[in-house]
């Protein structure tokens, strides 16, 4: 019996079914992060559907995206204690409920609710994808996991032309049913086939209150977790309030609302082309370099009124994004160890929680505060380097603690 099973599990993997899974994954993900991670090109559309200032309208962003994270990293605590289709189905149902649902509302508390329910239901279904997708392949589980990725950044390179079309033809209530309504149906198809490989065994005993307890009492994670968080930051404020950035500078708004679609396409290349220089030159200073040139890229931001400038900022924010969303998790499990690997990207997946819901709001309110961005753009330049800088110290393998401890305090003094 042991042996039917290892064998069913051996042809599984790597097989046509993979592929299906992986194709799944790419449409899944384009849908969700094209619904939810474009809000700059549709911010000015919901705030005048709803009647909606300024700061509302960032708050909405910022607590989707927060439940987004929230909720996916929960999920990847204990996503083996669930049967993945029924989860899968759930957060179907929930984003064709959010869907629906806006229409149906008429104020900023409903909106809220709507936009919650849809980043609840994105981040299980987020999680599902990048979990499970690896458990079915061997030989190509690179390749496979970079496609699947890929799906990121085509949301964000093609839902914004989906949405400049849509505002040409019907209303914002509409156009969200039909774009969100569109992710709902690819959830809920691939629900139909999301399981795990035959004979694979989740070993989840381990994962509890110590496991939790040990993971937050240790410096290196806590470190690592809280940079993480910190050095994402200039993505969600890209996310919600790009647009808006570059019409300040001058920018035509048909050109800044296709910008974002910009930094998602160099994304995608940069994913596959951050992993193969990560491999040859290391992970952790490929990746920290490209988050450099990322804050660089926000603090030049609010001087950018020309096109050659601003799509050389763009590729720069390409660049930044790609290798990030290539190279965090390989860095995370070198350092902390493969064991109940879902759990431990789940929980450093919620890192980000405070900055996707703060960093928006903090930038909105500064920028009323100072009359422009130069000096909101430039705080969140600094905080995402001190990020990196905390995700480096805290990755670092145990051999190299002592060396950086030391170079931190000559620093400081």
Do not use: K
Not at 31 to 37: D, K, Q, R, S, Y
Not at 42 to 66: C, E, P, R
């Amino acid at each position: 019996m042991t042996t039917d099973a290892s064998d069913a599990h051996e042809a599984a993997l790597d097989s046509a079914r993979s592929w299906l899974l992986v194709a799944l994954g790419v449409s899944m993900l384009t849908t969700i992060w094209g619904v939810i991670f474009t809000f700059t090109v549709y911010v000015g559309q919901l705030s005048t559907a709803f009647g909606l200032t300024d700061l509302q309208a960032s708050s909405v962003f910022s607590i989707t995206t927060a439940v987004f994270l929230i909720s996916g990293g929960v999920f990847g605590v204990v996503a083996a204690r669930f049967p993945l289709r029924s989860v899968v189905a759930v957060a179907g149902v929930g984003l064709a409920v959010a869907a629906a649902g806006l229409g149906a509302v008429d104020s900023y508390v409903g909106v809220v609710a709507a936009f919650a329910l849809l980043g609840t239901a994105g981040g299980t279904a987020f999680i599902v994808v990048v979990s499970l997708v690896p458990q079915w392949f061997d030989a190509h589980e690179g390749t496979a996991m970079g496609i699947t990725m890929a799906g990121n950044g085509l949301g964000v390179l093609t839902i914004p032309f989906a949405w400049l079309w849509l505002f040409e033809r019907v209303d914002f209530r509409t156009a969200f049913a039909v774009v969100a309504g569109a992710a709902a149906v690819v959830v809920l198809l691939s629900s139909l086939v999301f399981r795990r490989p035959p004979g694979h065994s989740e070993s989840t005993g381990t994962v509890g209150l110590d496991w939790l307890r040990g993971r937050l009492t240790d410096r290196d994670f806590v470190g690592a977790a809280l940079g993480y968080g910190l050095l994402w930051g200039w993505y969600y404020v890209l996310s919600s309030q790009l647009v808006d950035i570059l019409t300040t500078n001058g920018i035509d708004a048909a050109v800044a609302a296709g910008a974002f679609g910009l930094v998602g396409g160099v994304s995608i290349f940069a994913r596959v082309g951050g992993g193969f220089v990560g491999d040859r030159l290391g992970p952790r200073t490929v990746f920290a370099a490209c988050v450099a040139l990322a804050a660089a890229c926000v603090l030049v931001l609010p001087a950018v009124g020309s096109r050659p400038a601003l799509y050389a900022v763009l590729v720069g924010f390409g660049i930044g994004n790609g290798t990030l969303a290539a190279l965090w998790s390989p860095i995370v499990l070198t350092r902390f160890g493969a064991d109940n690997a879902t759990a431990t990207v789940g929980l450093l997946n919620t890192s980000t929680a405070g900055a996707a819901f703060l960093s928006p709001l903090a930038i909105s309110a500064l920028r009323g505060v100072t009359g422009g961005y130069s000096v909101p753009l430039t705080i969140l330049a600094i905080v995402t380097v001190v990020g990196v800088g905390l995700f480096y110290w805290g990755t670092a393998p145990e051999s190299e603690q002592g060396v950086l401890e030391r170079a931190f305090s000559i620093a400081s003094d």
